[in-house]
T-cell receptor, first 119, second 116 residues
Framework: SQTIHQWPATLVQPVGSPLSLECTVE??????LYWYRQAAGRGLQLLFY??????ISSEVPQNLSASRPQDRQFILSSKKLLLSDSGFYLC??????????????????FGSGTQLSVL | AQSVTQLGSHVSVSEGALVLLRCNYSSSVPPYLFWYVQYPNQGLQLLLK??????LVKGINGFEAEFKKSETSFHLTKPSAHMSDAAEYFCAVSAQGSGGYNKLIFGAGTRLAVHP
C-alpha cells in the first residue's frame, strides 16, 4: 500500500534562517507531488506541484522553492524565512495522469503536515 | 478560471441535527468537484467526488453532496451529525495548472462544531 511521509511535524525557525521540509512517498511510482500551505482562516493554497523528476510548477510567486531530486521525494525550501512564511504545510501525492482523465482520478493523498512558526 | 466559495467559515450544529455545508463553484468547463475533511493536526482525506456521473454523490461517514449545475453548487449534507464529525471541511474543484496538468483549487474551508 502507498504511504506518504512528511517531516518534521513542527518547526520553529527565526526570521532569515533557511528552511527544508521533506516529503517522500512509498508504494507507488511516478506520482504527481504537491506542496500546499494552509494559513489560518485562509484555506489551502497550492504552492508547487511536480509531474516528474526535476519538473516543478510554481503557482504563486513567493519566498519558497521546491525540488524533486528523486521520483518519490519532494522538498520545500527557503534561503531566508519571512514571518509571513508561517503556516501549516501539507505535502500530497496523486496518481500520475493528464487531461480530463486525470481529473477523474484526482484523489489527493495528504501527509500529516508540518506546522512552521517563524519568529 | 476555476474557483470555489464556501459560505460560512464556522458552522455549529447539535448532535443528531442536519449538517449542511455550502459550496459554490465557478468553472469554464464541466467541473469535477470534491469534498475533503481535515481532522485536527492531520492531513486531508477525501470524503466524496463528483465526476459527471450521478449528480447525487455518496461519500464516507454518511455524507453526501448534490451537484446542481443551475445553482453552481455542490453542498455537503449529512442527515444526523455525530460528535466525531467535528472537523474542517474543504470543497475543491479541478482546474488546469500552469504546466498544463490538472490541479485542485480548494475553498477556504468550513469548521464544523458539533455540540451535545
Amino acid at each position: 500500500s502507498q504511504t506518504i511521509h512528511q517531516w518534521p511535524a513542527t518547526l520553529v525557525q527565526p526570521v532569515g534562517s533557511p528552511l527544508s521540509l521533506e516529503c517522500t512517498v512509498e508504494g507507488t511510482s511516478n506520482p504527481n507531488l504537491y506542496w500546499y500551505r494552509q494559513a489560518a482562516g485562509r484555506g489551502l493554497q497550492l504552492l508547487f506541484y511536480s509531474v516528474g523528476i526535476g519538473q516543478i510548477s510554481s503557482e504563486v510567486p513567493q519566498n519558497l522553492s521546491a525540488s524533486r531530486p528523486q521520483d518519490r521525494q519532494f522538498i520545500l525550501s527557503s534561503k531566508k524565512l519571512l514571518l509571513s512564511d508561517s503556516g501549516f504545510y501539507l505535502c500530497a501525492w496523486s496518481v500520475h495522469g493528464t487531461g480530463r482523465s486525470f481529473a477523474t482520478n484526482e484523489k489527493l493523498f495528504f501527509g500529516s503536515g508540518t506546522q512552521l512558526s517563524v519568529l | 478560471a476555476q474557483s470555489v466559495t464556501q459560505l460560512g467559515s464556522h458552522v455549529s450544529v447539535s448532535e443528531g441535527a442536519l449538517v449542511l455545508l455550502r459550496c459554490n463553484y465557478s468553472s469554464s468547463v464541466p467541473p469535477y468537484l470534491f469534498w475533503y475533511v481535515q481532522y485536527p493536526n492531520q492531513g486531508l482525506q477525501l470524503l466524496l467526488k463528483y465526476t459527471s456521473a450521478a449528480t447525487l454523490v455518496k461519500g464516507i461517514n454518511g455524507f453526501e453532496a448534490e451537484f446542481k449545475k443551475s445553482e453552481t453548487s455542490f453542498h455537503l449534507t449529512k442527515p444526523s451529525a455525530h460528535m466525531s464529525d467535528a472537523a474542517e471541511y474543504f470543497c475543491a474543484v479541478s482546474a488546469q495548472g500552469s504546466g498544463g496538468y490538472n490541479k485542485l483549487i480548494f475553498g477556504a474551508g468550513t469548521r464544523l462544531a458539533v455540540h451535545p
